[in-house]
């Protein structure tokens, strides 16, 4: 059989079969459709995630003292874990090339009370240089 002769069969099928054909075709733009909208998301979710990192600074490191997800806060409020000094930031900050800005940030809880109000909340102390290093400028006022 010669291909134009396969043509006219498969034409005739499809004419005769209308609502095969309109389901079939209706099933493969459905299908296409899911794979463009499935790239569409991952695509925009990819750009949320990198837009994200880049905001945080995609050249800063982080450098910490036996850290380990298994020690808690406790432990280092109590002594038992070792933290990096002042003098550790100010080494850095001098002898390891390609550093422009190094801060030390510590991290806590604490009972803040203001006329008459109380609050648990997370206290972070920061050198200047964290605000530099993270973009973060004051709208008004000046940096202590």
């Known amino acids: 059989m010669s291909l134009i ?6 034409i ?3 004419t005769r079969n209308k609502m095969r054909t309109f389901l079939t ?7 296409v ?4 909208t499935m790239l569409a998301i991952g695509q925009g979710a990819k750009k949320i995630v990198e837009d994200q990192v880049n905001s945080m ?5 982080v450098i910490t003292a036996n850290w380990s997800s298994s020690r808690s806060n406790v432990a280092m409020e109590a002594g038992t874990g070792s933290l990096l000094e002042i003098a550790d930031v100010e080494a850095i900050r001098e002898q390891v090339d390609g550093v ?3 801060s030390s940030v510590y991290n806590s809880w604490g009972q803040l009370k203001y006329e008459g109000q109380n609050w648990r909340s997370g206290i972070m102390g ?4 964290y605000f530099f290093i993270r973009d ?3 709208a008004q006022g000046n940096l202590f």
């Open 12 to 14: 005739k099928s499809l």
């Open 126 to 129: 920061v050198d200047v240089d």
């Open 136 to 138: 973060m400028m004051p």
């Open 100 to 102: 422009r800005y190094a």
């Open 25 to 31: 075709m209706l099933g493969i733009i459905i299908g």
């Open 57 to 61: 600074g995609t050249n800063v490191i």
């Open 5 to 10: 002769g396969i043509i006219k069969i498969a």
């Open 33 to 36: 459709a899911a794979v463009i």
